[in-house]
């Protein structure tokens, strides 16, 4: 007898490593709970020095035959970790998992149902904003953060910035495979998958929040407030012209320009439609790059990099990219 789409397995792909036990615990089960239960829970430890990692994952794996586990001889980092889960799974379609968050039990089964009724490559979702203890810091993720709401295909955003977090996604088999190897420049498996679903049948947002993202002392400049991020920077890297100079990097290169020409690379390697305007891009990114005093040309980041809802946000990128003399001064102040 044929399968249904409500037997069809669901890959969840998570890597760990030293996790926080209590999170980990919870966010296992939290996915184990799920509403939706055909799901395979992949985990791969990127070689964790704490033992008691390893023995948390072997007793949940004992209990729940949904569960399979690799263990890293070495420490690959997180990107070829994923990268490594990825090339393991085999079902039709794919989910990301952090290793610290709360899924709610319905988020596989809304995100499944809504990318099969927009018939589309890739669904994300909002989430609610939590701390160490599960408390609720902000009901919408996206809301906070001033991120895009994308639908549909050939949005320039999914080549001109990082759409969604990897936790909010679940996608095709066929973006999974076209991921695969990951190229020389891939920085960010969680942007590329957005932008080759964007590139075909298209991508759609769930406005309701379907998980506890977790932020805690750990985190990396994700889950924080522009604050936030700007004073953890400064006292790592001071707040003299040579901290700030590798500020403003991070932001315009290795956060913009870096994920675009990974883009541009999937583009190119799967022969998929070129754009000019995403050819545009990159040349934008590399005239901010250039840029020491100020770059008057306001209306490319205007049709580029601006989207509905952005608030304060656009105003403090337009100051690093166009603005580097000013928004040092700003820098120091903070």
Known sequence: MAKTKKQVPIDILMATYNSNIRFLKIQIESILNQTYKNIHLMISDDASTNPEVKKVLEDY?????????????????????????LQQSNAEYVAFADHDDI?????????????????VDLVYCDAEQINEEGAILHKSY???????????????????????????QLFTKRIKEQMLPFTENTMAHDWISVYL???QKGVAYIAEPLFGYRLHTHNEFGGRSFKQNITKWKKEQGNGIKGYSA?????????????????????????????????????????????????IHFLQYKKYLAFSGMKQRALKEIM???????????????
């Open 142 to 168: 996206i809301e906070y953060k001033h991120m895009p709401k994308i639908e549909g295909k050939e949005q320039i955003l999914a080549f001109s910035r990082h759409i969604a977090i990897g936790c909010s």
């Open 247 to 295: 500020y403003r990097k991070r932001v315009v290169v290795d956060a913009y320009k870096k994920g675009s020409i990974m883009c541009k690379e999937y583009r190119d390697k799967l022969k998929l439609p070129k754009s000019k305007e995403e050819e545009k891009v990159l040349q934008y990114y590399t005239k901010i790059e250039k840029t020491k005093i100020c770059n």
């Open 197 to 199: 679903a964007s590139k």
């Open 103 to 119: 899924w709610y039990a319905n988020k596989i089964k809304k995100s499944i149902e809504t990318l099969w009724a927009k018939n």
């Open 61 to 85: 794996a004992k209990q729940d035959e949904r569960i399979t586990l690799f263990f890293n001889t070495e420490n690959r980092g997180y990107l070829k970790n994923f990268e490594f889960l």
């Open 320 to 334: 690093i990219f166009h603005f580097p003399v000013f928004s040092y001064l700003v820098y120091r102040m903070r």
